[in-house]
Protein backbone atom coordinates (compact mmCIF):
# COMPACT_ATOMS: atom_id res chain seq x y z
CA UNK A 1 0.00 0.00 0.00
CA UNK A 2 1.20 3.47 -1.01
CA UNK A 3 1.10 6.38 1.62
CA UNK A 4 -1.49 7.92 -0.23
CA UNK A 5 -3.79 4.39 -0.04
CA UNK A 6 -3.51 4.57 3.97
CA UNK A 7 -4.20 8.13 4.27
CA UNK A 8 -7.51 7.64 2.06
CA UNK A 9 -8.16 4.56 4.19
CA UNK A 10 -7.40 6.41 6.95
CA UNK A 11 -9.72 9.06 6.42
CA UNK A 12 -12.39 6.55 5.33
CA UNK A 13 -12.67 4.77 8.70
CA UNK A 14 -12.77 8.16 10.42
CA UNK A 15 -16.15 8.71 8.18
CA UNK A 16 -17.38 5.76 8.70
CA UNK A 17 -17.13 5.32 12.48
CA UNK A 18 -18.25 9.18 12.62
CA UNK A 19 -21.21 7.97 10.87
CA UNK A 20 -21.98 4.98 13.00
CA UNK A 21 -21.57 6.61 15.87
CA UNK A 22 -24.41 8.79 15.01
CA UNK A 23 -27.04 6.35 14.26
CA UNK A 24 -26.17 4.46 17.45
CA UNK A 25 -28.11 3.92 20.70
CA UNK A 26 -26.93 3.72 24.13
CA UNK A 27 -26.24 -0.06 24.41
CA UNK A 28 -24.17 -0.64 21.00
CA UNK A 29 -21.59 2.17 21.25
CA UNK A 30 -18.77 0.22 23.26
CA UNK A 31 -19.48 -2.16 19.97
CA UNK A 32 -18.09 0.59 17.69
CA UNK A 33 -15.33 1.81 19.96
CA UNK A 34 -14.15 -2.54 19.72
CA UNK A 35 -14.86 -2.26 16.27
CA UNK A 36 -12.93 0.80 15.01
CA UNK A 37 -10.06 1.13 18.07
CA UNK A 38 -10.04 -2.33 19.61
CA UNK A 39 -6.96 -4.09 19.27
CA UNK A 40 -8.10 -6.27 16.57
CA UNK A 41 -10.32 -3.66 14.72
CA UNK A 42 -9.92 -1.61 11.90
CA UNK A 43 -7.67 1.19 12.64
CA UNK A 44 -4.98 -1.64 14.04
CA UNK A 45 -5.81 -3.62 10.40
CA UNK A 46 -4.84 -0.54 8.32
CA UNK A 47 -1.81 -0.11 9.82
CA UNK A 48 -0.48 -3.51 9.35
CA UNK A 49 -0.63 -1.94 5.27
CA UNK A 50 2.39 -0.22 6.94
CA UNK A 51 5.02 -3.05 6.07
CA UNK A 52 5.00 -1.22 2.11
CA UNK A 53 5.84 2.42 3.53
CA UNK A 54 9.75 3.74 4.16
CA UNK A 55 10.95 3.60 7.01
CA UNK A 56 10.92 7.86 7.44
CA UNK A 57 7.18 8.00 6.11
CA UNK A 58 6.25 5.75 9.09
CA UNK A 59 6.46 8.40 11.72
CA UNK A 60 3.67 10.70 9.72
CA UNK A 61 1.47 7.61 9.24
CA UNK A 62 1.67 6.96 13.01
CA UNK A 63 0.66 10.66 13.97
CA UNK A 64 -2.68 10.59 11.57
CA UNK A 65 -3.50 7.22 13.01
CA UNK A 66 -3.03 8.84 16.96
CA UNK A 67 -4.70 11.97 15.83
CA UNK A 68 -7.85 10.13 14.43
CA UNK A 69 -7.90 7.67 17.34
CA UNK A 70 -7.94 10.45 19.74
CA UNK A 71 -10.79 12.43 17.99
CA UNK A 72 -12.81 9.24 17.94
CA UNK A 73 -11.91 8.49 21.37
CA UNK A 74 -13.30 12.10 22.60
CA UNK A 75 -16.24 11.38 20.10
CA UNK A 76 -17.08 8.31 21.22
CA UNK A 77 -16.97 8.85 25.32
CA UNK A 78 -19.07 12.07 23.85
CA UNK A 79 -22.21 10.19 22.53
CA UNK A 80 -21.68 8.14 25.15
CA UNK A 81 -23.02 11.17 27.92
CA UNK A 82 -25.13 12.46 25.80
CA UNK A 83 -27.03 9.22 25.34
CA UNK A 84 -27.25 8.31 28.88
CA UNK A 85 -27.98 11.87 30.04
CA UNK A 86 -31.03 11.38 27.49
CA UNK A 87 -31.99 7.66 28.70
CA UNK A 88 -32.11 9.01 32.49
CA UNK A 89 -34.24 12.07 31.63
CA UNK A 90 -36.46 9.33 29.44
CA UNK A 91 -36.47 7.57 32.91
CA UNK A 92 -37.43 10.20 34.60
CA UNK A 93 -40.13 11.99 32.61
CA UNK A 94 -41.58 8.32 32.57
CA UNK A 95 -41.62 8.16 36.76
CA UNK A 96 -45.61 8.56 37.84
CA UNK A 97 -44.87 10.96 41.22
CA UNK A 98 -48.15 12.78 41.92
CA UNK A 99 -46.52 15.90 43.58
CA UNK A 100 -49.69 17.28 44.78
CA UNK A 101 -50.25 14.20 47.36
CA UNK A 102 -49.77 15.77 51.11
CA UNK A 103 -46.55 14.92 53.06
CA UNK A 104 -46.06 12.58 55.94
CA UNK A 105 -47.55 14.53 58.87
CA UNK A 106 -45.30 16.52 61.14
CA UNK A 107 -45.43 15.75 64.95
CA UNK A 108 -45.38 18.70 67.01
CA UNK A 109 -44.38 18.44 70.29
CA UNK A 110 -45.98 20.93 73.75
CA UNK A 111 -44.64 21.76 76.73
CA UNK A 112 -45.27 18.99 79.75
CA UNK A 113 -48.08 19.55 81.66
CA UNK A 114 -45.95 20.57 85.36
CA UNK A 115 -44.69 22.89 82.69
CA UNK A 116 -47.88 24.50 81.60
CA UNK A 117 -48.93 24.61 85.20
CA UNK A 118 -45.65 26.89 86.59
CA UNK A 119 -46.34 28.89 83.24
CA UNK A 120 -49.94 29.56 84.32
CA UNK A 121 -48.86 30.70 87.64
CA UNK A 122 -45.90 32.59 86.75
CA UNK A 123 -48.21 34.25 84.27
CA UNK A 124 -50.84 35.11 86.75
CA UNK A 125 -48.22 36.99 88.87
CA UNK A 126 -46.00 38.51 86.61
CA UNK A 127 -49.66 40.40 85.41
CA UNK A 128 -49.69 41.29 88.97
CA UNK A 129 -46.55 42.77 88.57
CA UNK A 130 -43.93 40.15 90.23
CA UNK A 131 -40.49 39.53 88.68
CA UNK A 132 -39.37 35.76 88.50
CA UNK A 133 -36.17 35.18 89.94
CA UNK A 134 -34.08 31.26 90.23
CA UNK A 135 -32.22 29.59 92.67
CA UNK A 136 -29.77 26.78 93.00
CA UNK A 137 -31.09 23.42 93.75
CA UNK A 138 -28.04 22.31 95.56
CA UNK A 139 -28.31 25.06 98.76
CA UNK A 140 -26.50 25.30 101.75
CA UNK A 141 -27.90 24.67 105.32
CA UNK A 142 -27.52 28.37 105.71
CA UNK A 143 -30.22 29.92 103.12
CA UNK A 144 -32.13 26.33 103.26
CA UNK A 145 -32.47 26.61 106.78
CA UNK A 146 -30.61 28.58 109.50
CA UNK A 147 -30.96 31.91 107.62
CA UNK A 148 -34.97 31.20 107.03
CA UNK A 149 -35.08 31.26 111.30
CA UNK A 150 -34.91 26.51 111.67
CA UNK A 151 -31.99 27.16 114.56
CA UNK A 152 -30.15 23.87 114.53
CA UNK A 153 -32.19 20.93 116.07
CA UNK A 154 -34.88 23.01 115.44
CA UNK A 155 -37.87 20.09 115.12
CA UNK A 156 -39.04 21.51 111.65
CA UNK A 157 -36.32 20.71 110.13
CA UNK A 158 -37.34 17.27 110.67
CA UNK A 159 -40.49 17.71 108.79
CA UNK A 160 -37.66 18.20 105.78
CA UNK A 161 -37.08 14.74 104.91
CA UNK A 162 -33.64 16.31 103.20
CA UNK A 163 -31.29 14.71 100.78
CA UNK A 164 -28.09 15.91 102.50
CA UNK A 165 -25.00 16.18 100.42
CA UNK A 166 -22.68 16.98 102.74
CA UNK A 167 -22.60 18.54 106.05
CA UNK A 168 -24.04 22.04 105.48
CA UNK A 169 -24.71 20.86 101.79
CA UNK A 170 -27.65 19.35 100.78
CA UNK A 171 -30.82 19.91 98.10
CA UNK A 172 -33.14 22.43 98.32
CA UNK A 173 -36.25 20.60 100.41
CA UNK A 174 -38.28 24.16 99.73
CA UNK A 175 -37.91 27.29 97.29
CA UNK A 176 -37.56 29.50 100.56
CA UNK A 177 -34.31 29.78 100.50
CA UNK A 178 -34.26 32.21 97.07
CA UNK A 179 -36.19 34.67 99.18
CA UNK A 180 -32.78 35.35 101.81
CA UNK A 181 -30.87 35.34 98.38
CA UNK A 182 -32.46 38.06 96.64
CA UNK A 183 -32.71 40.01 100.19
CA UNK A 184 -28.80 40.16 100.26
CA UNK A 185 -28.96 41.49 97.02
CA UNK A 186 -31.76 43.83 96.87
CA UNK A 187 -33.18 46.68 98.91
CA UNK A 188 -37.14 46.64 98.84
CA UNK A 189 -39.11 47.31 97.46
CA UNK A 190 -38.90 43.49 96.37
CA UNK A 191 -41.93 41.49 94.56
CA UNK A 192 -40.50 38.30 93.51
CA UNK A 193 -42.22 34.66 91.97
CA UNK A 194 -39.58 31.50 92.06
CA UNK A 195 -40.45 28.62 90.35
CA UNK A 196 -38.29 25.77 90.48
CA UNK A 197 -37.60 21.67 91.21
CA UNK A 198 -37.16 20.44 95.42
CA UNK A 199 -36.34 17.33 96.81
CA UNK A 200 -37.48 15.54 99.77
CA UNK A 201 -37.15 12.17 100.82
CA UNK A 202 -40.72 10.91 100.30
CA UNK A 203 -42.33 8.89 97.54
CA UNK A 204 -46.40 7.94 96.98
CA UNK A 205 -49.23 8.55 95.45
CA UNK A 206 -49.12 12.18 96.10
CA UNK A 207 -44.92 12.39 96.69
CA UNK A 208 -42.23 11.92 94.48
CA UNK A 209 -38.27 12.75 95.73
CA UNK A 210 -38.24 15.43 93.38
CA UNK A 211 -40.86 18.18 92.74
CA UNK A 212 -41.65 21.44 92.00
CA UNK A 213 -42.67 24.98 94.26
CA UNK A 214 -43.35 28.05 93.15
CA UNK A 215 -42.74 30.34 95.91
CA UNK A 216 -43.86 34.13 95.48
CA UNK A 217 -42.98 37.12 98.32
CA UNK A 218 -43.40 40.44 98.56
CA UNK A 219 -41.23 43.25 100.73
CA UNK A 220 -42.32 46.68 101.06
CA UNK A 221 -43.19 49.46 103.64
CA UNK A 222 -46.65 48.70 105.26
CA UNK A 223 -47.34 45.58 103.77
CA UNK A 224 -49.97 43.67 105.62
CA UNK A 225 -51.84 40.10 106.22
CA UNK A 226 -54.52 42.18 103.39
CA UNK A 227 -52.75 42.12 101.12
CA UNK A 228 -51.43 38.90 101.26
CA UNK A 229 -55.29 38.01 101.19
CA UNK A 230 -55.79 40.27 98.25
CA UNK A 231 -53.01 38.72 96.25
CA UNK A 232 -53.70 34.71 97.05
CA UNK A 233 -57.23 35.33 96.60
CA UNK A 234 -57.11 36.94 93.26
CA UNK A 235 -54.68 34.34 92.58
CA UNK A 236 -56.80 31.08 93.33
CA UNK A 237 -59.29 32.78 91.25
CA UNK A 238 -57.66 33.25 88.37
CA UNK A 239 -56.22 29.68 88.19
CA UNK A 240 -59.21 27.95 89.22
CA UNK A 241 -62.99 29.95 88.60
CA UNK A 242 -63.73 32.95 89.30
CA UNK A 243 -66.67 31.70 91.48
CA UNK A 244 -64.25 30.07 94.14
CA UNK A 245 -62.97 31.47 97.49
CA UNK A 246 -60.50 31.26 99.98
CA UNK A 247 -60.02 30.37 103.60
CA UNK A 248 -56.99 31.21 105.81
CA UNK A 249 -55.97 28.46 108.62
CA UNK A 250 -53.71 29.21 111.33
CA UNK A 251 -50.45 27.14 110.65
CA UNK A 252 -46.74 27.18 111.59
CA UNK A 253 -43.60 27.62 109.60
CA UNK A 254 -40.47 28.97 111.26
CA UNK A 255 -39.71 31.71 108.74
CA UNK A 256 -43.35 33.60 108.81
CA UNK A 257 -45.60 34.84 111.68
CA UNK A 258 -47.85 34.28 111.56
CA UNK A 259 -48.22 31.51 109.03
CA UNK A 260 -51.02 29.96 107.31
CA UNK A 261 -52.66 27.08 105.46
CA UNK A 262 -54.58 28.69 102.56
CA UNK A 263 -57.66 26.66 101.43
CA UNK A 264 -59.36 27.14 98.13
CA UNK A 265 -63.26 26.21 97.65
CA UNK A 266 -63.39 22.75 96.33
CA UNK A 267 -63.25 23.39 92.40
CA UNK A 268 -65.09 20.21 91.73
CA UNK A 269 -68.22 19.98 93.96
CA UNK A 270 -67.73 24.20 94.80
CA UNK A 271 -68.24 23.39 98.55
CA UNK A 272 -70.76 20.96 98.55
CA UNK A 273 -68.43 17.88 99.20
CA UNK A 274 -66.89 15.23 97.26
CA UNK A 275 -64.18 12.50 96.82
CA UNK A 276 -61.78 15.33 95.33
CA UNK A 277 -62.38 17.51 98.80
CA UNK A 278 -63.31 14.12 101.22
CA UNK A 279 -66.51 15.84 101.61
CA UNK A 280 -64.87 19.30 103.63
CA UNK A 281 -65.89 21.59 101.06
CA UNK A 282 -62.51 22.95 101.23
CA UNK A 283 -58.93 21.89 99.08
CA UNK A 284 -55.38 23.21 100.89
CA UNK A 285 -53.86 24.81 98.40
CA UNK A 286 -50.78 26.50 100.08
CA UNK A 287 -48.38 27.68 102.57
CA UNK A 288 -47.93 31.46 103.72
CA UNK A 289 -47.46 34.13 106.09
CA UNK A 290 -45.74 37.71 107.39
CA UNK A 291 -42.08 37.12 107.08
CA UNK A 292 -40.81 36.75 110.35
CA UNK A 293 -38.43 39.68 111.15
CA UNK A 294 -35.79 37.22 112.49
CA UNK A 295 -35.18 36.38 108.02
CA UNK A 296 -35.20 39.85 108.14
CA UNK A 297 -32.51 40.87 110.42
CA UNK A 298 -30.21 38.25 108.86
CA UNK A 299 -30.39 40.28 105.83
CA UNK A 300 -30.33 43.41 107.65
CA UNK A 301 -33.51 44.72 106.75
CA UNK A 302 -34.76 46.96 109.30
CA UNK A 303 -37.85 45.01 110.81
CA UNK A 304 -39.46 48.37 112.14
CA UNK A 305 -39.48 50.01 108.41
CA UNK A 306 -40.36 46.89 106.43
CA UNK A 307 -42.96 44.24 106.39
CA UNK A 308 -43.48 41.59 103.96
CA UNK A 309 -45.57 38.42 103.19
CA UNK A 310 -45.12 34.86 101.46
CA UNK A 311 -46.43 32.08 99.99
CA UNK A 312 -45.74 28.73 98.81
CA UNK A 313 -47.14 26.10 96.70
CA UNK A 314 -46.38 22.69 95.18
CA UNK A 315 -46.84 22.77 91.05
CA UNK A 316 -47.80 18.46 90.74
CA UNK A 317 -50.82 19.29 93.68
CA UNK A 318 -51.89 21.85 91.89
CA UNK A 319 -51.44 20.09 88.45
CA UNK A 320 -52.89 16.68 90.18
CA UNK A 321 -55.89 18.79 91.52
CA UNK A 322 -56.61 20.42 88.55
CA UNK A 323 -56.64 17.64 86.03
CA UNK A 324 -57.55 14.96 88.46
CA UNK A 325 -54.70 13.41 88.57
CA UNK A 326 -54.39 10.23 91.13
CA UNK A 327 -50.81 9.26 90.80
CA UNK A 328 -47.63 11.90 91.06
CA UNK A 329 -45.40 9.35 89.28
CA UNK A 330 -47.13 9.82 86.18
CA UNK A 331 -45.57 13.13 85.63
CA UNK A 332 -42.49 11.45 85.68
CA UNK A 333 -43.05 8.02 83.38
CA UNK A 334 -43.81 10.39 80.29
CA UNK A 335 -45.78 7.51 78.79
CA UNK A 336 -46.79 9.71 75.64
CA UNK A 337 -50.49 8.69 75.87
CA UNK A 338 -50.48 10.46 79.54
CA UNK A 339 -48.72 13.37 77.82
CA UNK A 340 -50.71 13.83 75.03
CA UNK A 341 -53.72 14.99 76.68
CA UNK A 342 -52.38 17.99 77.89
N1 LIG B 1 -41.44 26.43 102.18
C1 LIG B 1 -42.66 25.81 102.65
C2 LIG B 1 -42.63 24.33 102.38
O1 LIG B 1 -41.95 23.92 101.52
C3 LIG B 1 -43.86 26.41 102.00
C4 LIG B 1 -44.06 27.82 102.44
C5 LIG B 1 -44.88 28.11 103.52
C6 LIG B 1 -43.46 28.85 101.79
C7 LIG B 1 -45.11 29.36 103.97
C8 LIG B 1 -43.65 30.16 102.21
C9 LIG B 1 -44.48 30.39 103.31
O2 LIG B 1 -43.09 31.18 101.62
O3 LIG B 1 -44.70 31.65 103.71
O4 LIG B 1 -43.32 23.60 103.00
Redesign the pocket.
Same mark, same amino acid.
Given at each position: MSLEDIRNKLAELEKQALGELEQAVKDNIENIRVKYLGKKGELTAILRGMADIAAAERPLIGKLSNDIKTRLEEKISGKFRELKEKSELTALSNLQVDLTLPGDPVGFGHLHPIHQTIEEIVAIFTRLNFAVVEGPEIETDYYNFEA?NFPPEHPARD &??DTFFIEDKVLLR $?? $??PV?VRVFEKQKPPVKIIVPGK?YRHDADVSHSPMFH?V???LVDEGVTFADLKGILTAFIKEMFGEQLSTRFRP?F?P +? $?EP???VDMSCFACKGAGCRVCKQSGWIEI???? &??DPAVFKHVKYDPEKYTG +??? *?? *?VERIAMLKYAIDDISLFYENDLRFLKQF
Open positions: L &MQ $TH $TSQVQEGFSF +F $TSAELGAG &MI +FAF *GM *G
